[in-house]
């Protein structure tokens, strides 16, 4: 079986037929290269917290799948780095990302989602992921980051073009140079003209304090505002998908909007946003479900396929609002690599779910979802839906 194919269209049945199989399998990687995919969560959970798996792509042996070719200076991120200079660039992304500091957002991001549900009540039908989902979610980031409006480019573009099922090498790196092009830019007017914000203070971080190379706030500035937008937008559209695809949740939800979070870690759990973790490459011969996976391998760790382990959940494969532990997913990582952007990601979705619930409480869906062909994320396509009276 070609297994990244068959995920790039129906991941859940791939890794459910592979988990049942057996905890670790060898597969071939979506570049060709021999690679090892662990399935289910207690092997997935363990792995995640190993610092025997590095995500330095030094410690990968020649012939490994190492990821996107980046230049050196979009690739010096976090998800290429271990301790200590992870610690070091998460210690400084940090400050920004704090459950406090996220809290403090609650009535600013609020009062945008309102805003974009404004631009929609004029509208019979609306497409949820490009009219809502997707602007909330840049929107979010970019003010954070101090993106000025003007400024924001087609990120969805972007996105596609690297992480579709159809990316090529060829536009891979059109797409990069294209990313690259606009960072340098944004950096450069911070620079000449510096705000309140965090990509602000990571120029001040690096210029006056000698703390980043120049390589490493590229990178950061890129890895924030790419990953931090596309991840949110997927956990919004399919909390939102969950919420219109079921009345009698809905109903739950209408009485008891305190259960809205609640349904924010199912939905992240049940649509995992990131079907796999950053690809990892043991420092040294690692055991990982009974397998003994040699040092410099490529691992790529399931966490769609751990977060509906019926090992771990009770019926895995619905989403309801009684898990006793709602919380205790894997979408956002463990250990020093838990998703810096979590608090944020989190925020975001519960306030659409609850915008979307008070303001059309009679939408409704009213033509077949459509999902990103993908093997590295989960995200809706289109969203269609009648607003109602």
Same mark, same amino acid.
């Given at each position: 079986?070609?297994? $990244? ?19 670790? *399998? ?32 030094? *410690?990968? /042996?020649?012939?490994?799948? /190492? ?8 690739? $010096? ?8 200079? *992870? ?49 909330? $979610? ?9 993106? #000025? ?13 690297? %992480? ?25 007017? /911070? ?32 890895? %924030? ?90 019926? #895995? ?73």
């Amino acid at each position: 079986m070609d297994v $990244a194919r068959a995920m790039a269209h129906d991941p859940h049945g791939v890794f459910a037929r592979m988990r049942e199989a057996g905890p670790v *399998h060898s597969i071939v990687a979506p570049d060709g290269n021999p690679a090892w995919l662990v399935t289910r969560y207690a092997d997935v959970q363990a792995a995640l917290g190993d610092p025997r798996l590095s995500l330095n792509k030094a *410690h990968a /042996k020649p012939g490994s799948y /190492k990821g996107f070719e980046l230049p050196p200076a979009l690739d $010096a991120n976090l998800l290429n780095m271990d301790p200590p200079d *992870h610690t070091r660039l998460r210690r400084l992304a940090g400050q920004a990302f704090t459950a406090r500091r996220t809290a403090s957002l609650r009535g600013e991001l609020g009062r945008a989602a309102q805003a974009l549900a404004d631009g929609l009540a004029t509208r019979e039908r609306v497409d949820l992921v490009h009219d809502f989902a997707t602007p909330f $979610a840049v929107g979010a980031i970019s003010e954070l980051l101090g993106v #000025p409006a003007e400024s924001r480019a087609d990120f969805r573009t972007w996105t596609g073009a690297v %992480l579709g099922a159809n990316a090529t090498r060829d536009g891979i790196r059109a797409t990069v140079r294209e990313m690259y092009a606009f960072f340098v830019a944004l950096l450069a007017a /911070k620079r000449a003209d510096p705000g309140p914000d965090l990509l602000s203070a990571l120029i001040a971080a690096r210029d006056d304090e000698d703390r980043l190379s120049e390589d490493e706030l590229t990178s950061l500035a890129f890895l %924030l505002l790419f990953a931090g937008y596309e991840n949110s937008a997927n956990l919004i559209s399919g909390a939102l998908l969950a919420m219109l695809s079921d009345d009698a949740l809905r109903d739950t939800l209408r009485a008891d909007p305190e259960a809205v979070p609640v349904l924010v870690e199912e939905v992240a759990r049940h649509m995992s946003p990131a079907l796999l973790a950053i690809r990892r490459f043991p420092i040294e011969d690692v055991e990982l479900g009974g397998v003994l996976i040699p040092a410099g391998d490529t691992v790529f760790l399931s966490i769609a396929g751990a977060n509906r382990d019926p090992r771990r959940y009770d019926r #895995p494969d619905r989403v309801h609002l009684e898990r006793a532990d709602p919380a205790r997913h894997l979408s956002f990582g463990q250990g020093i690599h838990y998703c810096i952007g979590a608090p944020l990601a989190r925020l975001e979705a519960e306030l659409a779910v609850r915008t979307i619930l008070t303001r059309f409480p009679n939408a409704k869906r009213y033509a077949p979802i459509a999902w990103q062909p993908s093997i590295r994320v989960r995200g809706l396509a289109a969203l269609p839906v009648e607003l109602g009276d």
